[in-house]
């Protein structure tokens, strides 16, 4: 591809762009209000049944793992907002990128003067969602005064960090998952089993146990799909003690699959066979 994948576009011209696509997405949105309002109360529905599950749980035991209520609900909400970022980011423009390949359309989009991997998953922001990861703010701040939990300024700090880095990480799969559709073309069934595998990560790793299957579950989701290490070290920084090589770790992880993931995407993009051609 013509774009280089090593050199950084123009930082001032693509913020520009990005504020036109938050512009647009927004009015596009305000179009069609009530079902923005219904997908946003359903979205929040959700997340209070949830909620509601747990606390239910909590009733019968002081614990999951080594995480009493309060920490649990930080937890939560923690992954509350990674997820609701992913989805109001990328998700759209993620399963879009398929449709592109089948119809075509995505010739039209590798002959725009922009950066192709900017395009393709940042186009659509998705307000709707947007309320899931207020409402995961929200809960993280109720579990913090709630649970007077140790949170101090630097480990605030830290934890927005490693969110960043957690939602790299959720980012860097998905737009992988989006670049096999030049392969496959359709690949809904592969972010159906996404979601399913990032149900895993909202749990406390410690609820797998030692050994047999639950070991084996942990390992997969920390070291191979690491979703269990981008929800779970950010909410352990904040609240608990951690290793510090699990924090850099997750940090070096995020990079390589930021850079991994760009890779894949031009090296499908290369075999990408135009409708034209």
Sequence with gaps: MSESIFVPPSTTRYL????????????????FRFNFIARSVTGVGWLLLLVFYFDLIFGKTNSIGDWNREEYYFLMGTWFVLYG??????????????????TGQLDFLLTKPIDAQFLASLERIDWAELPSVLFGLGLTVYATYAGDLP?????????????????AILYSFMISLASISVWIVR????HELWFYIVQFGRYPSEIYG??????????????????MLAINVPARFAVKVIDPWMVAYMVFIACLLLFASRRFFYFSLDRYRSASS
């Design 151 to 167: 949170i101090t300024p630097s480990r605030a700090v830290g934890f927005l960090l490693l969110i960043g880095c957690g939602v």
């Design 16 to 31: 520009k762009l990005y504020a036109c696509f938050i512009r647009y997405c927004f009015v596009r949105e305000l179009g």
């Design 85 to 102: 970022l992913v989805e109001t980011l990328f998700l759209a423009n993620c399963t879009r990128f398929s449709e592109l390949v089948r």
């Design 187 to 190: 690949t809904q069934s592969l």
């Design 210 to 227: 030692e050994g047999g299957l639950g070991i084996g579950i942990r390992f997969v989701m920390l070291y191979l799909i690491p979703v």
